[in-house]
């Protein structure tokens, strides 16, 4: 088996117990996620399986849609409901006044378009090569030891540096009471969590998530997502694996002769003579970060990407050099 299988992850597992999970139902040792959801989040967790693995990469950066529930009022420390209460106006009076929906869609513009965004304490970041994670659950299990540990849990934390992220769509769904609901289309690398967080700072009242749901990842959507319980109840994943002749659709193809296929399946670079039509015309405007080569049949062969590391082939793309070969 080999292409992309699309789990509707539910709440709960990590995406890694996901990934051994599906091992277990394909027999399969490749398989590897795209990006994780966190335990407490649902919804489309793409798998690569098989010779798709080797194209993870292409699917780590792509863009992710969510729906997320944010609750006004308190904010905890890992952002969301699976944290201890640190903060917020709910924490010491449970009836304090919350904003109100327009003052939360004036907030919300902050976060539209480019920023820079701190990761969440508690997030896989490495610091001095160790997880965030692990940093903050011994700051906070010292939160609660005798005063001198206690007093140096209280220093000022070791935080992940901010990181530019990129929110393309983001639009207010409903306010009721002390839940917001939100949409949104973001950056690989955006932290739901942090935007909660963010987003409480700003009303000054506190808020943290809880809960998300992954609704889109690159070109798969909902509909291209199946339970977990149902693949490990009813075993078809084949016919819901969707192949490696379709991943990518947003990369430009050639297709190759049969000496063409031949030539990529041992590394070597092919020519517009070993296309099986007028590659240059096929080819297109450049530039071409990567390109699908493709036998006679459709079926992919090989990725052909830039040399140069983050070029581009460009304009006049001959020749292709096929860095990954999946024949």
Known sequence: MHGVLVIDKPAGPTSHDVVARVRRVLGERRVGHTGTLDPCATGGLPLVVGQATRLARFYSGSDKSYVADVRLGLSTDTHD???????????????????????????????????????????????????????????????????????????????????????????????????????MTVSAGFYVRALAHELGERLGCGAHLVAL???????????????????????????????????????????????????????NTVEAAHCAHDGRSAAGPGPWPAVRLLAPGGRLVAISLPRAPGGSVGSAPWPLHPAIVLT
């Open 81 to 183: 409901l699976a944290g201890d209460p640190v903060g917020g106006v709910r924490l010491v009076d449970a009836g304090a006044p919350l904003p109100t929906a327009q003052a939360v869609e004036a907030a919300l513009e902050a976060f539209r378009g480019r920023f820079l965004q701190r990761p969440p304490a508690f997030s896989a970041k490495k610091l001095g090569g160790v997880r965030s994670y692990e940093l903050a659950r011994a700051r906070r299990q010292r939160r609660h030891e005798p005063d001198e540990q206690r007093l140096e849990a209280e220093a000022p934390a070791v935080v992940p540096a901010p990181v530019e992220v990129a929110v393309h769509a983001l639009t207010l769904e409903h306010v009721e009471d002390d839940r917001v609901r939100l949409r």
């Open 213 to 267: 749901r992954r609704t889109a990842t690159g070109e798969f959507g909902e509909a291209d997502a199946i339970p977990l319980a149902w693949l490990e109840r009813e075993g078809a994943a084949s016919a819901r694996l969707v192949p490696l002749d379709r991943l990518l659709p947003g990369s430009p193809a050639v297709t190759l002769t049969a000496e063409g296929v031949a030539r990529v399946s041992h590394g």
